[in-house]
């Protein structure tokens, strides 16, 4: 079954907020009123693509992550992306085209202790290009390059693009780390 536009939309939102959450911020992040996305999730509850886990929260099921095109990450492959990435895989930091910053990040926590620190400007130069989302649909991570997909359309600037970024980042790990059975070390 095909789902509708309107429901696609606040599957990706809840993709993005990343956690069990009231339909009134599902409705804030999908820029939507709330009483129309309060009947959408009620029909993506009872079609299995969202479920309640508590009175008035909402979260993706495995279904409204498929919905989205996100295949199910196992141990192994949860592994492989928290792993360093061979010296070809590595994300180079730009401070804009043809300025090099001599900065690389070699893995997902690489990746976050880097854009915690780095300038903002980079930041901003290679999310409005789509470098991020590409590097990590490169090494694989479809479900963080959706993510960050979605952040780049809300069109963020300033810190608060590299709050939410970086937010998104400790987040998959820390998820990707539950799937191994290993903790990970974010600073």
């Known amino acids: 079954m095909s789902l509708s536009p ?3 939309e606040i599957l990706a939102a809840m993709l993005l907020l990343d956690k069990p959450e009231r339909a009134i911020q599902i409705a804030k992040e999908a820029g939507k009123e709330f009483p129309s996305v ?3 999730v009620i029909g993506l509850t009872r079609m299995g693509y969202t479920v309640s886990p508590e009175k008035g929260l909402y979260t993706l099921t495995k279904k409204g992550k498929e919905a989205l095109g996100i295949p199910e990450i196992n141990s192994e492959k949860a592994k492989t992306l928290l792993a360093d990435m ?3 895989q590595t994300f180079h930091f730009y401070a804009g085209l043809g300025k090099p910053l001599s900065l690389q990040a070699c893995g997902l926590q690489d990746f976050y202790d880097k854009v915690l620190k780095i300038n903002l400007d980079s930041i901003i130069f290679h999310a409005s290009r789509g470098d991020f989302e590409s590097w990590f649909a490169a090494i694989g991570d479809v479900e963080l390059a959706k993510k960050v997909a979605l952040l780049k359309e809300k069109k963020m ?3 608060e693009l ?4 970086t937010e998104i980042v400790k987040n998959r790990c820390i998820e990707l780390s539950k799937a191994t059975g290993h903790a990970v070390s974010l600073e």
Not at 162 to 165: A, D, G, V
């Open 38 to 40: 309060m009947m959408h």
């Open 6 to 8: 309107a429901k696609s």
């Open 86 to 88: 061979p010296q070809d």
């Open 157 to 159: 600037g300033g810190e």
């Open 162 to 165: 590299r709050s939410r970024l």
